[in-house]
């Protein structure tokens, strides 16, 4: 079973920058790619970015393009989310989740997430 531990949330001034972690105990057939889902109060988690593990490809969500970046290091079975620019609308539960697939965006392609992180963003 795949095990997902997201970390690194926290209360940032709008305009700031925080770094998630996901780390993930295994990398297997069902996590071929990782991805971010914020679910903000009230609303559906939803798509933010994504990377494979082998090859680095990433995807990303016309909302952050150009402000996250999502990597991963191999070597430690953890992807990244470099967050800059913060704005309050930011704010947001994250969640980790992976994939046996590449590419994809629905939570339902999904099969196994992480606890998730809190990022609040003041403005």
């Known amino acids: 079973q795949v095990q997902l531990v997201e970390s690194g949330g926290g209360l940032v001034q709008a305009g700031g920058s925080l770094r998630l972690s996901c780390a993930a105990n295994r990398r297997t057939v069902s996590t071929v790619s990782m991805g971010w889902f914020p679910q903000a109060p009230g609303k559906e988690r939803e798509f933010l970015a994504s990377i494979t593990w082998i090859g680095g490809n990433t995807n990303y969500a016309d909302s952050v393009r150009g402000r996250f970046t999502i990597s991963r290091d191999n070597a430690k079975n953890t992807v990244y989310l470099q967050m800059n620019s913060l704005k309050p609308e930011d704010t947001a539960v994250y969640y980790c989740?992976?994939?046996?697939?590449?590419?994809?965006?629905?939570?339902?392609?999904?099969?196994?997430w992480g606890q998730g992180t809190q990022v609040t963003v003041s403005s």
């Open positions: 989740a992976a994939s046996p697939w590449v590419g994809k965006t629905t939570r339902a392609d999904f099969g196994s």
